[in-house]
């Protein structure tokens, strides 16, 4: 098979992306158990992080990579004219490359159609809660944050009328803290990133565990009267949402699945934090954009980056 010089072009960053995915894909899926074991020695927002970074490492590698090195190559040293061959195994990981970035763009305009949909259809009034604009709903919400740019608190009025003033007060502190650490937005970056590995699944739920932890931690901030409260506050809301799962885009006060025991447990008996030398979480994945960098600015490096592209072409 021959193609023009685009054609390739587009052929070699699909194949170049996959083949990315999967070594760096690898290294990440069989670090996950560790990473995970540490990060429940951290607090649940520095665990969040390196949980987070962990599993976008693939995609953003995967991306920067392309974008610094692997184009520039292509544009610099490939010669503009058609007729190169086209291996099998290139067109084939160009195929496995499409396919797996186009389940992730269906995964996250899915996730967007029906997280706007939600909104939409929970209409609701605008109200001020202690300064803060809410949405008060006649949709079984119990209490939620919606929304990646300008999200919305959203209170149904099972909440507003079942939850006392202290309970309320504090179960909004904890979307407020969802809000202030932009983890609908995470989300949405976890939808976009592709992955070839299921065990990087795992890096996502116990993201989502600590996400929700280190909300708990910002809400109750140390007092155990707020942490009383917040704890009654999710007995209270699971019991109105009656194991209503929310859309991806949605954070509610309690998912439908997710273990409520523990994090109740948790607010009632907080547990002395471990572990002192852990702020290395975000080394990683700045030493690597470091060293990617380092390679794009050096023209001999580019040349054997299209030596190697060349060889995949082939």
């Known amino acids: 098979m021959t193609l023009s010089f685009f054609a390739r072009l587009l052929l070699l960053s699909s194949a170049s992306f996959f083949i990315a995915q999967l070594l760096i894909g690898a290294l990440v899926a069989w670090i996950a158990p560790a990473a995970i074991r540490r990060a429940a020695f951290m607090r649940p927002e520095r665990a969040a992080r390196l949980l987070l970074s962990l599993r976008l490492l693939p995609a953003g590698f995967s ?18 004219i058609a007729g190169e061959e086209v291996g099998v195994l290139c067109a084939a ?4 490359g499409a396919a797996i970035c186009s389940v992730a763009m269906y995964r996250t305009l899915r996730a967007l159609i029906r997280s706007a949909l939600y909104v939409r259809e929970c209409g609701g009034l605008e109200s001020r809660i202690e300064g803060e ?3 008060i709903v006649p949709h079984n919400a119990g209490v939620a944050l919606a929304g990646i740019v300008h999200p919305r608190l959203l209170i149904s009025e099972r909440a507003m009328t079942g939850l006392s003033h202290d309970q309320l007060v504090v179960a909004l502190r904890h979307e407020y803290a969802h809000r202030a650490s932009r983890d609908n937005l995470k989300r949405l970056l976890i939808l976009l990133a592709p992955t070839v590995f299921p065990r990087l699944r795992i890096l996502e739920q116990t993201w989502a565990k600590c996400a929700e932890w280190a909300a708990d931690d ?8 707020r942490s009383l409260a917040l704890a009654a506050a999710l007995v209270q809301v699971a019991r109105m949402q009656s194991g209503i799962a929310m859309p991806p885009l949605v954070t509610s006060l309690v998912d439908a699945d997710e273990d409520l025991s523990l994090r109740v447990e948790r607010l009632l008996r907080p547990a002395p934090v471990k572990g002192a030398n852990l702020g ?4 990683a994945p700045m030493g690597i954009a470091l060293l990617i960098a380092a390679i794009a600015m050096n023209p001999a490096s580019l040349r054997e980056v299209h030596h190697l592209l060349e060889i995949l072409l082939n």
Do not use: D, H, K, N
């Open 93 to 96: 990981a160009a195929i496995l």
């Open 218 to 225: 910002r809400a109750a901030e140390g007092e155990a009267g």
């Open 63 to 80: 991306t920067l990579a392309l974008a610094a090195l692997c184009v520039p190559s292509y544009f610099r040293f490939e010669p503009r």
């Open 280 to 283: 290395m979480e975000m080394v």
């Open 133 to 135: 604009i809410v949405w």
